[in-house]
């Protein structure tokens, strides 16, 4: 949706992270239902320095995951980032954004009734740019470039029972977008228009992924109500295609949110999108994704939030013609224990069906978990 101004984000805590305790009735996110226990631990921590037409902001941020029993599905991950921000007597604004991260993703690979554990180590190095322009009339043009590249290394796999392999390519991304947007009182109108280009090393045959460039360009606006309900529309049309003409096609791009709170401390929100999804797909090239989402949320004491959600999703593989179809709720307790500390407790279930490969995956995962902002 329209974008704020660049220097509009409100300062995150210097220091927050999360430390919960999971049981899970699917640990290897497959249609083989295996329980287990696991810890998941993130914090992120961020320092500023400067002032408000001129900073910079160092980030880190981890996470990890530990199974008591499935330890092939373990998680680790680590990023850092560099954030500088300035803002010209012209009313210009530029920002920029290097960033490191590497992961190591545990993962099972079935062998008729044999699960065999695999490891992947990936880097990814990005750097993102931003220019800001003041056209006066309550008018802004956001100018945006983007590149990031994904290494991968070999896989490995459990106690060395096969040798090392390439499983997972080596891919480069470098986006280009533009928006303008004019407010008149409490609306918004906007448009803007976005390339992306990815380039896709070639691996096995036939290939794990596919090179593509696509184009998007969408109208937008958004309304704040006096009682603070917001609503948010864009269409669009994007075109996707990949190289040596495995796919060609321009579709329909939309999203419409709302966010409405309600007397007596209960808030709804909720959203509908369709779009192509080419970061998290099944397919070699990309799934056409359609999602829609409602959540509400009551405060019902100072020091106590309740909340439930649900979504439904279709996920359409370009390539492959497989459709996933996925369904889901979610229903949380937050206890506020101290200003800065968070007591929660949380349940998620998921149904997924996959019609080609005739696979149907259900999830369950509950936690309780403590959060702290420092």
Not at 323 to 345: I, Q
Request: net charge negative; aromatic share 8%.
């Amino acid at each position: 949706m329209i974008n704020p101004v660049l220097a509009d984000a409100e300062p995150s805590a210097r220091f927050t992270g999360s430390l919960e305790r999971h049981y899970t009735t699917n640990a290897l996110d497959s249609d083989r239902a295996v329980g287990d226990w696991y810890t998941l631990l993130r914090g992120s921590l961020r320092h500023e320095f400067g002032e408000a037409d001129a900073n910079a902001v160092l980030g880190a941020d981890f996470e990890a995951t530990r199974h008591d029993t499935v330890s092939i599905e373990d998680d680790r991950a680590l990023g850092l980032s560099l954030t500088a921000f300035r803002r010209l007597e012209t009313g210009l604004e530029l920002k920029g954004t290097l960033s490191y991260r590497v992961t190591s993703d545990g993962d099972d690979l079935p062998i008729g009734p044999v699960t065999l554990g695999m490891r992947t180590l990936k880097q990814v190095v990005a750097g993102h740019g931003q220019i800001g322009i003041d056209l006066g009339n309550a008018t802004a043009l956001i100018l945006e470039a983007g590149d990031s590249l994904e290494r991968a290394r070999p896989t490995r796999f459990e106690h060395d029972l096969l040798p090392e392999s390439r499983l997972d390519p080596d891919t480069n991304r470098f986006q280009l977008a533009a928006r303008i947007t004019r407010t008149f009182g409490r609306l918004a109108l906007g448009t803007s228009a976005s390339a992306l280009l990815t380039t896709v090393e070639r691996l096995g045959s036939p290939p794990v992924g596919v090179s593509f460039e696509q184009y998007g360009a969408r109208m937008e606006a958004a309304y704040t109500a006096a009682d603070g309900t917001t609503l948010g529309a864009a269409l669009g049309v994007e075109l996707l295609d990949a190289a040596d003409g495995l796919y060609r096609r321009v579709r329909p791009a939309w999203q419409l949110t709302f966010a409405k709170p309600i007397p007596h401390g209960f808030n709804l929100r909720g959203t509908y999108f369709g779009r192509y999804e080419s970061t998290d797909s099944d397919d070699p090239l990309a799934s056409w994704l359609q999602r829609a989402e409602l959540e509400g949320s009551l405060q019902i004491r100072p020091d106590w939030t309740l909340a439930a959600g649900l979504f439904c999703e279709v996920k359409e593989n370009l390539l492959f013609e497989n459709k996933e179809r996925s369904r889901g709720f979610y229903a949380e307790a937050t206890y506020r224990v101290t200003p800065s500390t968070s007591l929660v407790l949380r349940l998620d279930a998921s149904r997924t069906e996959k019609t080609v490969i005739d696979v149907r995956e259900s999830t369950v995962d509950t936690f309780v978990g403590l959060r702290a902002k420092l």
